[in-house]
């Protein structure tokens, strides 16, 4: 009886088929390996590549043909592990001069059965994702347009080009990731969602891949996910010595909902890991639900969402509350029915942890209760809101002090006689002349006590919640604006990340 491709899931790196995955998706001929070999041939397919696949192997297998769409879904899981870790280490020196050299190489060679004949797109991928690591970006986005395919990384969340390729390679080099990543090469009419694990330099790396139909192809985003992020503690983000202490203290109580706040991209799911980590001592069950697991942590519990199943942030925090926990984190609260979950798991003696998507601390207040959840309950449960951002740091070797002007001392509320002396970006071979290198953490925490828990019960206005909030408290602009005074980052870069108050 004919194999299924789905045993070929099994297969290590090491056990790599014998026909090359160019040769197999353009003849349409492959090779499922295992207790029994079977040759699948597309249907419609060249009988001669049959021929000479059985000559590469040395063996005449069975013949199971198979149709289009059900082919390239066989060639996504029979290559999955193709050339992605023989090519990582060579990979993981990549420098620039790489990627050029290794753009060079993309056209094919004349001898379809070479073993290096898709190798190229292989090495430009694991030299992208190297380049990627060694630069420290997060993304990676593939955008293919009418006449180019433009290659952009994501460095301290601003994009910048790297690449501008051939139009040409667009569909070879997507089709590529989209093996890699064990999505269907044949569906491209809708987005798709998968997962790359690869080691670089022994440095464990998820690549979470994402596609989207677009006029001139599929676009490709690659979010690079370090697995060393998930070890973070709260001491290591940079918050200011109060701020830490009273999160602290909001994480050590037994039940309450701590929320944290910003958009996407601002680091609130490292900071919900790193408060995890400061629980995870092995007497607490710990449980999540996310959408999806971006890090796998020892010892706590991790579930993801899967909608088309049904399991949603609803469903999947009703079923952990049967599961004992001590700690539950949603990964965002993002309806009613989840909020309306979470507060009662709040009620019912349990920490809960998640975010919601709002510009400051106290927004999350009115978000909450626009969804729908009563005022009194948010008063009962809610301890503690943490807004945050992430700003460029300039970087030590060429930043350049300056005496502030007069709007900018204006910005700063100073007075005509008070000293201060700034920091400005100028641009070195050390950060790759942006006069940034690195992010840092811009934090507001809003504690919850008697007094904003009387003002959310009786659904004051979102001015006189802050006004009693930050009243001993900087805000998220105050705080950015002291990194700024400190030289860790630039005026400029606190302004465009952080909304200056309407009080100002």
């Keep these: 009886m004919a194999q ?10 090491k ?9 197999a998706r353009e003849q349409g001929v492959a090779l499922i390996t295992g207790d029994e070999p079977v040759f699948v041939l597309r249907d419609g397919a060249n009988p001669m590549a049959l021929v000479e696949a059985r000559r590469a192997v040395g063996q005449a297998y069975p013949v199971t043909v198979y149709d289009g769409a059900r082919f390239d879904r066989a060639l996504s899981e029979i290559y999955a592990f193709d050339g992605l870790n023989e090519d990582a280490e060579d990979a993981g020196a990549a420098q620039d001069d790489d990627l050029s050299r290794l753009i060079d190489e993309i056209p094919k060679t004349e001898d379809l059965l070479d073993s290096s004949s898709d190798a190229p797109i292989i090495r430009l ?15 990676i986005h593939v955008e293919p347009y009418e006449d180019r395919v433009s290659v952009r990384l994501r460095v301290d969340g601003v994009l910048r080009e790297t690449l501008s390729l051939s139009a040409k390679v667009a569909s070879p080099l997507v089709s590529r990731i989209k093996v890699m990543a064990r999505l269907d090469i044949a569906e491209k009419r809708v987005p798709q969602d998968g997962r790359i694990t690869l080691t670089l330099g022994g440095k464990g790396i998820d690549v979470r891949v994402s596609t989207l139909p677009s006029r001139y192809g599929e676009r490709v985003v690659l979010r690079l996910l370090d697995k060393d992020s998930a070890r973070f503690t709260l001491q290591e983000l940079g918050m200011a010595q109060t701020t830490l202490v009273d999160l602290q203290k909001a994480l050590s109580q037994p039940n309450g909902i701590v929320l944290v706040t910003g958009p996407t991209g601002a680091g609130k799911t490292t900071t919900l890991y790193a408060g995890l980590n400061l629980l995870n001592d092995k007497s607490r069950n710990i449980l999540t639900v996310e959408d999806p697991v971006e890090y796998a942590v020892p010892g706590i519990g991790q579930t993801q969402v899967n909608t088309k199943v049904g399991m949603t ?28 979950i979470a507060v009662q798991a ?14 400051s601390a106290i927004a999350a207040i009115a978000r909450l209760r626009d969804m729908g959840v009563e005022a009194y309950l948010l008063a009962s449960t809610v301890s503690a809101i943490v807004a945050q951002r992430l700003v460029r740091k300039l970087c ?6 300056y005496t502030p002007d007069e709007a900018e001392r204006q910005i700063l509320g100073l007075s005509a006689d008070e000293a201060v002396t700034l920091y400005r970006p100028m641009g070195c071979p050390s950060c790759k002349g942006t006069g940034y290198s690195g992010r840092r953490g811009v934090y507001e925490l809003v504690i919850v006590d008697d007094k904003l828990r009387g003002l959310i019960h009786d659904q004051a206005r979102e001015g006189d919640m802050a006004a009693h909030a930050f009243a001993q408290r ?12 400190e030289g860790v980052t630039s005026l400029a870069e606190v302004l465009r990340v952080c909304r200056e108050d309407s009080e100002r």
């Design 4 to 13: 299924s491709a789905s045993a070929s899931r099994t297969k290590s790196p």
């Design 15 to 23: 056990d790599l088929p014998a026909i090359t995955y160019a040769f």
């Design 125 to 139: 991928i694991n030299g992208l994702i190297a380049e990627a690591v060694r630069t420290g970006a997060s993304d």
């Design 313 to 340: 942030f609803a469903a999947g925090l009703r079923a952990i509350l049967r599961q004992d926990p001590d700690v539950v984190m949603v990964g965002e609260i993002r309806d009613v029915e989840t909020a309306e």
């Design 346 to 359: 709040s009620l019912t003696g349990h920490l809960v942890l998640s975010t919601v998507h709002t510009n």
């Design 396 to 401: 030590h070797h060429c930043k350049d002090a």
């Design 474 to 485: 900087p805000t998220l602009y105050q705080a950015g604006i002291a990194l700024a005074q």
